[in-house]
Nanobody, 116 residues
Framework: QVHLVESGGGLVQAGGSLRLSCAVS????????VAWDRQAPGKQRELVAR???????NYVDSVKGRFTISRDNAKNTVYLQMNSVKPEDTAVYYC??????????WGQGTQVTVSS
């Protein structure tokens, strides 16, 4: 069964940095796209960043230039490097696997809180 476990969340001051990790199992990692979603209080879940099988990346405009998504196929792990964080980045961050068919799976999430 597809299983994703996020880690690295926590409390960070505005302007600081944080790196989230997601360990993926139950799927051939190198054959899927992976992504990070987030859901802030009172808001809908949104796609933050995505990386394809070939390594191409996409970001929501609000995080461009600050966040970087990457993957390590040897470790079955996806990362989200968060730099210059802002209070509005506060949210639960979810790791997501996207199969070629378009079917998606996500983890339980990790809380990121940015203090001002």
């Amino acid at each position: 069964q597809v299983h994703l476990v996020e880690s690295g969340g926590g409390l960070v001051q505005a302007g600081g940095s944080l790196r989230l990790s997601c360990a993926v199992s139950g799927v051939t990692f190198s054959r899927v796209a992976v992504a990070w979603d987030r859901q802030a209080p009172g808001k809908q879940r949104e796609l933050v960043a995505r990386i394809t099988i070939g390594g191409n990346t996409n970001y929501v405009d609000s995080v461009k230039g600050r966040f970087t998504i990457s993957r390590d196929n040897a470790k079955n792990t996806v990362y989200l490097q968060m730099n210059s964080v802002k209070p509005e980045d506060t949210a639960v961050y979810y790791c997501k696997v996207i199969l070629f068919s378009g079917v998606e799976y996500w983890g339980q999430g990790t809380q990121v809180t940015v203090s001002s």
